[in-house]
């Protein structure tokens, strides 16, 4: 159930590093490093006949596995989706023409129409493993920069706690990443409407 939380004062049970990969499905090897490199850009490496490592700036990794022959895999949430950034909105357009224009010839499933969304111009597209892919540009900066940015963070907030029946019925996809929205709550007259 959605709500406003709270942080923990309890010490992590694990001691872990930092977060360094995750995974994603392919059906065929050979088509999906071609998209990933010819398309997407990212820097590829092949750690096993049915397995790649792939990467585009900073250090976390992907491992991208091959299916077994006859496998089936569901498409991937939209919601779950892979962002890239880029620095400007007429870059989310241009993508977009790019991704429109090539669609048949690599398999690529859904692309939605570029849009403002939370304060970001973005569009997103399925590729023909079905997994999404978003390209985006923040007027805000890059989604890093919430975590040094206080009047991004929500927690706590429980001043704001009106909000969330709002947030989560009429307008799912408003957040605090928003501008907008982030002075509404800084100034605490957020009335959850436009």
Same mark, same amino acid.
């Given at each position: ?6 942080? #923990?004062?309890? /010490? ?12 994603? /499905? ?19 490496? @092949?750690? &096993?006949?049915? &397995? ?17 022959? $006859? ?8 919601? %779950?989706? %892979? $962002?890239?950034?880029?620095? #400007?909105?007429?870059?989310? @357009? ?22 403002? =969304? ?9 590729? =023909?493993?079905? %997994? ?15 975590? &040094?940015?206080?009047? &991004? ?15 989560? %019925? ?12 982030? $002075?509404?709550?800084? #100034?605490? @007259? /957020?009335?959850?409407? #436009?």
């Amino acid at each position: 159930m959605p709500a406003i939380t709270d942080k #923990s004062n309890k /010490a992590p049970l694990l001691k872990t590093g930092p977060m360094n990969h995750g995974t994603l /499905a392919c059906i065929d090897i050979v088509v999906t490093r071609r998209f990933y490199e010819e398309v997407l850009g990212l820097e590829v490496i @092949q750690t &096993s006949p049915r &397995s790649l490592m792939v990467k585009k700036g900073g250090d976390y990794v992907y491992a991208c596995v091959e299916l077994p022959e $006859g496998a089936t895999k569901d498409d991937m949430e939209m919601l %779950n989706h %892979n $962002g890239f950034e880029v620095y #400007s909105p007429e870059e989310v @357009q241009e993508a977009y023409k790019t991704i429109k224009a090539i669609k048949d010839e690599w398999g690529i499933k859904k692309v939605t129409p570029p849009r403002v =969304m939370h304060g970001d111009h973005t569009f997103y597209f399925m590729d =023909m493993d079905g %997994n999404w892919w978003e390209v985006v540009y923040t007027d805000a900066g890059r989604y890093v920069d919430d975590f &040094s940015d206080a009047n &991004s963070d929500l927690t706590g907030r429980h001043d704001l706690e009106h909000w969330v029946d709002v947030w989560n %019925n009429d307008r799912k996809l408003m957040h605090m990443h928003d501008p907008e929205v982030r $002075g509404k709550a800084k #100034s605490n @007259q /957020a009335d959850g409407k #436009s």
